[in-house]
């Protein structure tokens, strides 16, 4: 996975304590503290092209992850970036598999931290498989 970026963190961190769905509007500030940006790759296995995975999952379903990269980028950061995915499993040519790429301003928005006004500005993206 390869591309451009340029990321540039909001003014404001808050951290949510217990992202739950009741919980999730509770979340305090964080004094100092700078948001990342993040762009993440997931390759998975499915039964069916109806199953998914989400937010809530995407990193913890351990059993169907095949492989998965992380990119983290900090405030003011900006150029080409390049990571691979790491396999932790063997290609089935009989199974099926769903790529999912992650692109957000506050890597730990899906448990609903992060601070308001953070961009990830990607003005290329590129996946490549052999």
Same mark, same amino acid.
């Given at each position: /996975?390869s &591309?451009?970026?340029?990321y %540039?963190?909001?003014? $404001?961190?808050?951290?949510?304590?217990?992202?739950?769905?009741d919980k999730s509007?509770? $979340?305090? =500030?964080?004094e100092?503290? !700078?948001d @990342?940006?993040?762009?993440?790759a /997931?390759?998975?296995?499915? @039964?069916?092209?109806d @199953?998914t =995975?989400?937010?809530t999952?995407i990193? $913890?379903?351990?059993?169907v992850? /095949?492989g998965m990269? %992380?990119?983290?980028?900090?405030d003011?950061?900006?150029?080409?970036?390049?990571?691979?995915?790491?396999?932790?499993?063997?290609f089935?040519?009989? !199974?099926?598999?769903k790529l999912?790429?992650? =692109?957000s301003s506050? %890597?730990d928005?899906? %448990?609903? +931290? &992060?601070?308001?006004g +953070?961009? =990830? !500005?990607?003005? !290329?993206?590129?996946? @490549?498989?052999?």
């Amino acid at each position: /996975v390869s &591309g451009t970026v340029n990321y %540039k963190s909001g003014d $404001a961190y808050y951290y949510c304590p217990n992202p739950t769905s009741d919980k999730s509007n509770i $979340a305090n =500030l964080v004094e100092g503290k !700078k948001d @990342e940006g993040l762009i993440s790759a /997931v390759v998975y296995e499915v @039964e069916n092209d109806d @199953e998914t =995975l989400d937010g809530t999952n995407i990193y $913890a379903s351990t059993n169907v992850i /095949v492989g998965m990269a %992380k990119a983290i980028f900090l405030d003011g950061q900006s150029g080409d970036f390049t990571f691979d995915i790491e396999y932790t499993k063997d290609f089935d040519s009989t !199974k099926t598999y769903k790529l999912a790429l992650i =692109l957000s301003s506050s %890597k730990d928005g899906d %448990k609903f +931290s &992060g601070a308001g006004g +953070s961009v =990830l !500005k990607v003005s !290329k993206l590129e996946v @490549e498989f052999d």
